[in-house]
Structure formats: C-alpha cells, structure tokens
C-alpha cells in the first residue's frame, strides 16, 4: 500500500487554480475554517504548507508557529475538505461552462450553481442541461410532441385535450392514437418535473426527515446472522451506522430486501401543488397523473438511492473512524524489548511452526513440533523435549502464541509444559490477523526467501509482540482484525485513511535509521517505497549511517524529502547525539546555543544529563527570540532534549502475560477477570479473558457514570479492563460480560 503522502502530490497540482476567482467561487480557505472552528490564518498557512509538497506529520510536528499549532487529526480533516471543495468549484466550473455552451446559463442558475455546497445539489441543478439519454420523452419530443406538452403545461386550453391532440396524430412519426399522442406528451411533462432541482432538494430533504427504512427476509425460513432484520423498520434519520452496514451485507448476499418508504402522498400532493396553476377541467386529472408519474417512475428510485448512498458513506465514515482509532491504539502497543521470544503458530494436522527471535528481531532458530491432534503420546513428549532444550538453549524468557486453529490446544500443551521446567517463562496469546496474508506475501518471501510460510508466520507472531509498530506495517491496514464491515465499504477511501494512521503512528514513535525495515521506512514523511529501498541498499552497501546529511546521498532522496524525513530518522551512537533525537537538523544551531547559553554541551544529550533542562529557562519568549526560533519549536526541543527519543508507547498499558490456563467450560456467572480489549465496535467492545473466545461487552454493560454515545469514549484497543462474566453460552460459544458494578 502507498502512504497517503505519497498521493498527496496529486491533489496539489492544480492546488490554487480555483483560488483567484473568489469573487466568483467559493472562497475554500473561509469554508473550511467556519467547519473545523479554528483561525482563519491557520487554514490558510496549513494550505499553503500542503500545496508547497509538505506532508501532515511534518506539518504537524515542525510548522507548529506557521499553524499555531493544528495538530495530525484536524490537518488530515483540512485536507480532506480541501480537496472535496476543490473538487466540488472545478466540478461548478465545468457545469458553467457546459451549460453556456448550450446558451442556456441565465444570471439566476449561475448564481445558484456557485452558491451550491455540495456534488449532489450541483448535480440537481446540472440534471435538465446535461446530454441524455434517449428517454420516453426525448423519444417523444421527436415526434413532435413538445408543443402538445406545452399547451397542458399552460392549463389554458378551453376544449378537451384529446380534441387537441388529434392534429398531433402522424403515423409517420409512430404516433398512431389520440390516446399515444397525450402519453407521449404527459412524459415530456413528468421529465420536465422530475428535472426540477428545486422539487428534487425538497423531496429528498422530507424522505429523509419523515421516510423509513424497511427491510424484509427473502426466505423467513433462513438461518443467518440477518435474523433480527428479518421483518424491521426504523425511521431513516435514526438509523444507526452499523444497522446501515449490516442490511447492506445482508442484501448483497440476498438474504433481505431493503426499501426506503418515503411519505408518499405528501410528496405527490406537493408536486401537484407546484405543477398545478389554476383548476382546469381538461388539463387537472392529467397534470395529477403526471405528477404521481413523475414521482413514481423518475424521481423516487434515484430519490432512494441518493440517500442509500448518503447513509452508505456516513455509516462508512463512522466505521472508518472507529477503525482509525482502533488501529492507531493497536499500533502503538508498547514493545516488549530485550527478549529473547519464541513465536507460535498454531496449527494441527501440519504441526506447530516455531520461530526464535532474538532481542533485536532477528530470527536465530525455526522448527516444527507436533503437540496438537492428530498425535500421539510419543509425539508429545518429543515435542516437549524439544522445547525444554529450545528454551534452555536460547534463553527464551517470553512464548508468543497465535490465537488462529489449534491455538487453545497449543495453550494448554504451553501451560502443562511450563509447570515442568525450572526457567520462569510465560506467554501471550496474540492477535494474528494478517500474518497469513504476511508470510505469503512477496515482501516476505523477500524478507526470509528460504522460510516457508509457516516460518514467516511464526516469526511475524514473535515479532509483533517485540515492536508491533514494526512488523503490523508489513500488513495492510484492513487485514489487522480490527474494526467492522471492513470488506464493505469503499476501499479506496478506507485504505487511505487507515494509510493516514500508519503514517502519523510511525513518524511520532519515529523510526531507527541503521535498523528500520524498508516498509517501515516507506510510512516516514517524504519517503516513498522506492527511497526506502534505496535506503536500506545504501545501508547494505556503506555500513550503518553515522549521522542524518548522508541521507542525502541516497539514490532519489533530495533536499525536499531530507527536509521532510530528517526529523523521523534516529541514529543511536552516530557522529552527532542531536541525530538521536526528534530535533530536526534545520534547528540543530539553535539547539546547541541553547545547550551552551544554559551550561550544558551536546554531549549531554547521550548521557542523559539534561533532565533538568526546562527549569534553566526562566523566559521561553525572550530565549526563543535570542535564539531566532518560534517559541513553539524552543519549548519542543526543551522537551525532547531532557527526555531525548522517548517513545511515546510507553505510556500505553503493557499485554497481560499469563503462566495459566483458563477454559470456556471454567468460566461461571460473576466471575471476575482481567481482559484486553481486542476490538471496539459500534455496539459493544470484545475482550481477551484469557479463554479462545473473546467476550462482548454491551455499549450498554460499559459503564453506569453515564450514558454514551460510542464505546469509544470510555476503551480502546489494547487496554486492560477488569470484567465479570454475565452468562456463558456453550453451543453458540458467546461469552457475555460485564464493566459495570466492579469497584
């Protein structure tokens, strides 16, 4: 997958091309600072700092003065919105121009189009100017019928409509019948009606306040996870995200049919009521057919499917952004270093692939053991010997064990094991979505080209226990196993966010230049995959780097992506302790004067002397200015130089290790445990209690201090929260708990 910086590049080309006409057009940079609720100048420098090439976390983290300090997420909304607005006056631009082609742009439609905010009004607004399709009434114009149409628009006529027909009877023209004469003129009018942007805006906006989504079971009789949609309604401004996406799937894999039911007769009296002027015996009954037609056959289905569409994209964004903020706490785990772990990738019928990974992530032994059915007594003790000898060997401390097929089976041969040897070792069971989809991937093969992919796997088990950062972004984001309707909803978008997030994960914890991997460095600002190739070649080639500036000596990598990168990259031990740290080489003078002016020395940084650095300065203002840097930028370099490289996943709770077994049949009601939160979810939050089957726990079971909105409030991924059991269901295998009532 491409970092989301990489595109970014695209969006910039045509950046101010719109921007010179704000008498005309939407002024963009006003627009956008009214939705995020920030100053009108941080918009417009964060604007400029995007167009000129910069990337969000560099912004973000070394233009805090030129933005007054917006942070990663309200940048990424900015951009967003950026290029949605952009989009949307270049999409006005071209519907002015067509339209005047035509000779049709009147003063009044110009100035609606340029007021319009979003596609869809400018759609509305485009729809009767735009070259169509041959329809019954483009059909029926041909045969000459526009004038029949015209006439009972009027509602003048004082005789009988199909007195006047008769003359538009040409079988020449394929009009046969008085009676196809008035049919072809009713869907010129019934298109005329439906081509109404005003009508359109009014419908949707009453189908959307007073409409109800329906859906129904195409067999009653069924079994499937749709059961509770099987025969339901709710009103269509009420209707929840994860509702929206489950009677999507339910109808894509044809177990529901879903209909949005709107207020129908309100809708029709209302067309009536602006197609109807004045009461005409003759030409009354056929306008009130019309309408009804009009609503029925040509604006209702599109009606319908817009706002599918429209709940479709919200209930996705609400999806995305759960998913976000699940991945990001995933992704920031804390590492578990300096330890010798042995990955476990569970398995029956083939056996358990193990991997030996040392401290610094390389793998120093792989086998397979067979402790798991089908076996046999013999084949157990083997694989334990085996196993007594491997950890004695390595001085494995730390067992890290998929939760994939036969992992309860591998947990209870683990635990028995650990009961029999004199090293205190313990395991975790971890989480192993994607490593399939990593070790048969070609980075992989890559990576370990003589491993099958049960080694990659074990390995990729291991090692994401040691740095999760690291090895999770060797896997696309969606494959992670965090989030809901993944697979749903627009993948493009989708993998740009959840892109964005990897990104702003690895530029804060920052990487190790002479260590990081080259997908690792790929998600670096300013770094694209091919430069991180590059990079790791050039390492391969000259040794370790012994300070950032040979950076520019990398094939492709110039000054521009120096700029962006230099910040990110650490090197432990090189030429300068500044190039260990997150200060950025465009302020290492103002870093040493600092350091000198307050009696320290840049060596200082590496020996950890500086821990009382921000109790020297006694005026951040009057020193910034000294130094000729923003006040910002002096108190982030204070910051970072008292606790240089701090790795902000620190702070973050450490896994649960277990010594001990726990089964789904142990498990009884009021039990209290320990869990992990795995997944947060619309309605709910799964934990880890130690047993194969995760919990839920209901939106509703979280917490009795108040009501809220989304699980997120109170969890995120990776905490460690104290549960109790509510009930256990065995054939279904669900386990139910609670957070309430446990002080």
Known sequence: MIPLHNQQNSDIIRAGMLQHRKGKFMDINQKITEELGVKKWQVDAAVKLIDEGNTIPFIARYRKEATGTLDDEQLRKLHERLTYLRNLEEKKEQVLSSIEEQGKLTEELKKQILAAETLVVVEDLYRPYRPKRRTRATIAKERGLEPLAAVITLQKTKQPVEELA??????????????????????????????????????RKITAQKGRVISAAKDEKAESVYEMYYDFEEPVNRLAGHRILALNRGEKEKFLTVKIEAPEEDIIRYLEKKTIHRDNPYTTPILKAVAEDSYKRLIAPAIEREIRNDLTEKAEDGAIEVFKKNLEQLLMQPPIVGQTVLGWDPAFRTGCKLAVVDPTGKVIGTTVIYPTAPTTPQKIKASKDVLKKIIAKYNITLISVGNGTASRESEMFIVELLKEIPQKVQYVIVNEAGASVYSASKLASEEFPKFDVGQRSATSIARRLQDPLAELVKIDPKSIGVGQYQHDMNQKKLSEALSGVVEDCVNRVGVDLNTASAPLLAYISGISAAIAKNIVAYREENGKFANRKQLL???????????????FMRIQGGDNPLDGTSVHPETYEAAEKLLKKQG???????????VGLSLTVKDYKKLAEELGIGEITLRDIVKELEKPARDPR??????????????????????????????????????????????????????????????????????????????????????????????
Request: charged content about 30%; some cysteine.
């Open 166 to 203: 008769e003359e538009y009877v040409n079988p020449e023209k394929e009009v046969n019948t008085v009676g196809e004469a008035i049919a072809g003129a009713k869907d010129i009018i019934a298109e005329n009606i439906s081509d109404e942007a005003d009508y359109r805006i009014w419908i």
């Open 650 to 743: 620190d702070e973050m709770p450490k896994p649960i290790l277990r010594t001990d077994v726990l089964e789904m049949k142990d498990l009884t009601e009021g039990m209290l445990l320990k869990g992990t939160v795995r997944n947060v979810i619309d309605f709910g939050v799964f934990v880890d209690i130690g047993v194969h089957q995760d919990g839920l726990v209901h939106i509703s079971e979280i917490t009795d201090k108040k009501f809220i909105k989304h699980p997120l409030e109170v969890v995120s991924v990776g905490d460690i929260v104290d549960v109790k059991v509510l009930s256990v269901d065995m054939k279904k295998k669900r386990i139910a708990l609670t957070m309430k009532g446990i002080s």
């Open 600 to 610: 320290f020395s840049v060596e200082d940084i590496s020996g950890g002397k500086l």
């Open 553 to 567: 000596k990398v094939a492709k990598l110039g000054p521009k992506a120096f700029e962006q990168c230099a910040g």
